[in-house]
């Protein structure tokens, strides 16, 4: 009975017919266009959200094909030019025994841009389509897309660390390949889909009054 008097009580700030500032998160009254504190524009949802984010999803996802298929370094030893995808590298890793790095390179530069890409493309589609299916978990799912994808930056820093170190010596050379510049625009598109995704769409649908949906 005590959650059910509780959750007559809680009420999102649309209902309320006010909406949250996204940078002070002051309330504000629907009708301002502006934050009074901080004159950040006021929306209620971020504008676009659906629109935007499945543009930069399917941008993502096209980039992801060269990020994995064009070399992501190579490394001239005594005149002999190696080019190494991130696959490649992952198998040089498992074949010289360092199978942590491999299992490390797997995991952040293969399977978290594809897990991200693919929730952020289901929360979406859930949300696209009006679905009232678990909203607590594909809230969770959502914020794993978030706690994930600072990691993915990771193959880009082994990159630039291993530039930097072979560079040192003068025997071996290694360069960035056009892989690695795909890969980064993966990262940071898959970022700003996420940031563009807003989470409050999948409660909308949920909510008790229905007529303040969408
Ligand atoms: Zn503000």
Redo the contacts with the bound molecule.
């Keep these: 009975m005590e959650q059910e008097a509780l959750s007559s009580l809680i009420q999102t700030a649309r209902q309320a017919g006010m909406a949250a500032?996204e940078?002070?998160l002051?309330l504000s009254p629907r009708s301002c266009t502006r934050?009074p504190?901080?004159g950040?524009p006021l929306h209620s949802r971020k504008p676009g959200s659906i629109s935007r984010t499945s543009a930069l999803l399917i941008a993502a996802l096209i980039l992801y094909f060269p990020a994995n298929l064009l070399p992501m370094t190579t490394v001239v030893t005594l005149g002999q030019a190696q080019s190494d995808t991130i696959l490649s590298g992952v198998i040089y890793f498992l074949q010289t025994g360092s199978w942590p790095i491999a299992i490390l390179i797997f995991i952040a530069s293969i399977l978290v841009p594809l897990l991200k890409i693919g929730i952020l493309g289901y929360l979406l589609i859930s949300v696209k389509r009006g679905s009232t299916f678990r909203p607590v978990d594909r809230t969770r799912l959502y914020r794993l897309t978030e706690l994930v994808g600072r990691w993915s930056m990771l193959d880009i820093f082994v990159v630039t660390v291993l530039v930097a170190l072979v560079n040192l010596g003068a025997i071996a050379s290694i360069q960035a390949g056009p892989g690695a510049l795909f890969f980064a625009a993966v990262v940071v598109i898959t970022m700003a889909a996420a940031m563009t995704f807003d989470p409050r769409l999948i409660w909308d649908r949920c909510s008790r009054e229905k007529s303040d949906a969408g």
Aim: net charge positive; aromatic share 0%; proline share 0%.
């Design positions: 500032c940078v002070c002051l934050c504190r901080c950040n």
